[in-house]
Each structure stands twice: as structure tokens, then as C-alpha cells.
């Protein structure tokens, strides 16, 4: 990884003492990308790194005290690349997903001891980074607060003043330094991470889950902010895996919901049917499998985009016990007259692998000015034409065959009273219209909404992603 407004620099091993001092420190995980910045100007790396040292291994304060400093300094700086790089540490320091939720969480800045989860030293030491990060000054109470906290903790030691005080040091020594890190990650937006949000702290688990009366898994990823939190059930677009979310998914679990994501059949880690045939029932039905071995009864929403879209549309029909509402995107109630996927690319992707159509497909998700858009080179398009070009062949033939033969409107749908948001790109040329008008007749006899996201195109979760949030996130809080 490198920065995105100059390049890195690794020398190789042994021919510069200061990287190879660095790569010491470092271990395993070798040069990072804000090394490879540091290093354009070697003497101020070797500094760096030498004090980089001295803060992160040397001193004596608790490792979970240390890392929520360096936590919440990051979350305050927007400082992506930071966090990403110290929530694991945090974790194995022993903060908890519920403790770093609250390191997360700039909106709340309190000076209470009351900062549940937290210990009451991790409370009191969270008020003197914001104090310290935000208004420079220490108030006298915040820092008296945290030196009897500091004297609580080292009840027994002998030397306790002298001791309290080397904490308060170091405490103010960490907090100015990563300040300083986060400020120089910012500035030179390291590994690309600057227009990124913050992640929020969940719990991760991976699932295989079994389709019943096949030999069919599918593989399901788990984001749990709280075992009590409703959930949230996302389905993905033909030729996509479970990274499509990526640019919500943050969003999402801050406002206070467990995320549950697949990978549908024939792509990502999820099995591929043999033959490869797929249908959109099938689709809907596996939804369903996935609440049930998650033990959700209910859902509180289901959303899905594009091929997902439709799948949600299906599921709202066949299994409307199991949510509370859904949101489709940019997708069709029928199977349009004229194949989405035409079948000689099938065929061609046959021959040439799926690869060969990833610039193809990717132009026609995302309008020409979008960062997504192949023909810009930029990080988040080369993102998605790997995420393309990775689908199993036949997965993506399966997928397709699930487009071309379904009626929802021949099932009733517009019978159905489900709490629904429809959502479309402004510039989806495809699909603009037809989610409008099935918005509006749709409309007349049930609980559906409209919204268009302005200036993007088929996958608004994407370039959209900011503006699909609004209107997504009024939706759920309703």
C-alpha cells in the first residue's frame, strides 16, 4: 500500500540501516505504507521510528489504556489507516467490541464516570484525550481526575507519587504522538484510507451454512455490535461478494444494527450449483435459511441491490412473517424482455473466463465520472473489477439464469402491504423509470416509498453511498 499523493519508498533489505531498523521494530508485518512515506526523508524516519518505539513498547501504562488513547485519537482525527491498524491491538490489549464502540463514538464526550462499558481509569482517561486532542488544554478537573484514577491503580506500589506522575507523562506522551501520526496519515492520505470512514468495532464471525435438501453452502458473514441489536440482512447484485457493503456497512452498525451478509450462490466462498441453474425463489428461500441458523425470527429489514433487489422483493412475498420491511435497489419486479445478461457473454466468459467482461460490466454499473467507473484507474475501481473478475464462471451463470424467468407481479406483489423503500440511481438509464413506476403503482395500495439518489448509477451503494445512507437510514428509524 502506498500513499495516494506520493509514492512509497522500501528500500530493499540491507540497503539502507534506518528501513532495516524500522523492518526490526516492525517484525513480521515488515514496512507499513506510513513508513514507506517517512522514509523520503530517512533521518526523520529513523526518529520516528525510534519514538514510535519508545510510546508503543517501553512505557508502563496498561496496554488497554494505551490503545483506547491511540483509538480515540483516531476516530477524532478521521484517521482510518490508524484505527484499522490498533483495533486488533486494542483487542488483544482486552478491550472489548462493546468498550470499543464507545472509544468510537465521538458524539459522545462526557467528562462522567458513568462511560459504561469502560472502567472507570479507561473512562477517565477517554475525557483527557478528547480534552487533549480538542481543545489542547487539559481542564484542571479532567487531569486531577485521571492522577486519582492513576493512584487507584497503583494502590500497593511504593513510590506512588513519583509513579502516578510517570503515567500522567506518558499518558499526555501518547496522546500528542498519535495525534501527530493521525495528522501526518491525513494530510498525505496513507494507503488510500483518507476519504474512507473510521470503521465501528463489531464482532466478525464466518459462516457456512448448509441449503437444506441440497448439497449447497453458503458462506455468510456476521457483524454483531450486540447480541440483542436487530439485524439487518443484506443480499448482493450478480458478479459481486460480500465486500459490495463495504462502503455502508460502518454506517450502518454505528446506528446501532447487527449486519448479516452472504455470499449468494455461485459466488464469493458460497458453493456453485451444478448444474449451473438458479432461480429467484431459490434466492428469497435462502434468505430465510440464513435467519434461521442465526435464530432470527425477524429481521429488521432485508435489503438487497439489483439482482439482491429482486430477491428481497421475492422474499417480502414468500416469507413476510420473517422482516419488518425491505429495501430494493435498482432492481425489476419481472424478468425484463430482453436478457440483462445477453448469453454470448456467458459464453464468452465460457472461453476467456469472467475477467474478460469485468470492464464491460463495470461500465455499465457506474456513470462515467465515478471513481468507480473503470476507465478512472483509481483504487475503487480496480476494487471492483476484482471483485468481477473473481466470480466462478459458472456461479455467474447461475445467477444469471435466476433473471430471466420470474413474475413478482404474477405473485401478488402489489397486493402486499410490507413497509418498502424503493431506491434507484438517478443515472441508472436501465432501471430509472421502472422502479419509479413501480414505486407509484405500487404506492396506491401499500406502505412504499421512493427515493432517487442523485448523480450515480446502478450500485448506489458505492458512489452513492453518503446520499443512499440519508435516505436508507431515515427509513430504518421509522
Known sequence: M?????????????????????????????????DGALLHVPPVADGWNQLLGAVRTKGKLPGDVRE????????????????????????????????????????????????????SLQAAAL??????????????????????????????????????QDLLVETAAVVSTYNMVSRFLVSLDIAGKSDGPVPWPVDREEHTVPIPHTSLNLHAVALTISPTAP???????????????????????S???????????????????DPPVCTMKELADDIATLLDHFRIQSAHAVIGVSQGG?????????????????????????????????WNQIERAKIEGVAALAYEMAAQWFPPESPFHPSSGSAK????????????????????????????????????????????????????????????????N?????????????????DGAERWLDAVVRFLEE
Open 381 to 444: 475501481s480496480k476494487a471492483i473489477l476484482e471483485m468481477i473478475s473473481t466470480t466462478p464462471v459458472l456461479g455467474f451463470e447461475a445467477g444469471a439464469q435466476s433473471l430471466r424467468d420470474y413474475d413478482l407481479f404474477a405473485d401478488g406483489l402489489l397486493q402486499s402491504n410490507m413497509k418498502t423503500l424503493l431506491v434507484v440511481g438517478e443515472k441508472d438509464a436501465v432501471l430509472f423509470e421502472g422502479v419509479k413506476s413501480l414505486a407509484e403503482e405500487w404506492a396506491r
Open 2 to 34: 502506498t500513499s495516494r499523493r506520493i509514492p512509497s519508498r522500501y528500500p530493499l533489505p540491507g540497503t539502507s540501516e534506518i528501513a532495516d531498523r524500522i523492518r526490526e521494530r516492525r517484525g513480521a508485518s515488515g514496512l507499513t505504507a506510513l
Open 310 to 342: 429482486a430477491a428481497v422483493l421475492n422474499f417480502a412475498l414468500r416469507h413476510p412473517s420473517r422482516t419488518t420491511r425491505i429495501i430494493a435497489c435498482d432492481t425489476q419486479a419481472q424478468a425484463p424482455k430482453v436478457d440483462i445478461v445477453p
Open 231 to 253: 439485524w439487518l440482512v443484506l443480499s448482493n447484485a450478480l458478479l459481486t461478494n460480500t465486500s459490495l457493503w463495504s462502503f455502508v456497512g460502518p454506517t450502518l452498525t
Open 68 to 119: 483506547l488513547l491511540i483509538l480515540r485519537v483516531a476516530a477524532w482525527n478521521h484517521a482510518a489507516y490508524e484505527w484499522i491498524h490498533h483495533e486488533h491491538i486494542g483487542r488483544d490489549a482486552g478491550l472489548t467490541t462493546p468498550q470499543l464502540g464507545i472509544i468510537r463514538d465521538i458524539s459522545k464526550r462526557s467528562p462522567s464516570s458513568s462511560l459504561e462499558p469502560l472502567t
Open 127 to 164: 475525557t483527557f484525550a478528547d480534552a487533549s486532542t480538542k481543545d489542547i488544554r487539559v481542564p484542571d478537573p479532567i487531569f486531577s481526575r485521571l492522577s486519582k484514577e492513576f493512584q487507584q491503580f497503583l494502590t500497593a506500589e511504593e513510590n506512588l507519587e513519583e509513579k502516578v
Open 446 to 462: 401499500g406502505d412504499v416509498r421512493f427515493a432517487e439518489i442523485s448523480g450515480v448509477g446502478h450500485i448506489p451503494i458505492l
Open 255 to 273: 446506528k446501532g444494527y447487527n449486519l448479516l451478509l452472504h455470499d449468494q450462490r455461485g459466488h464469493g466462498r458460497s458453493s456453485v450449483p
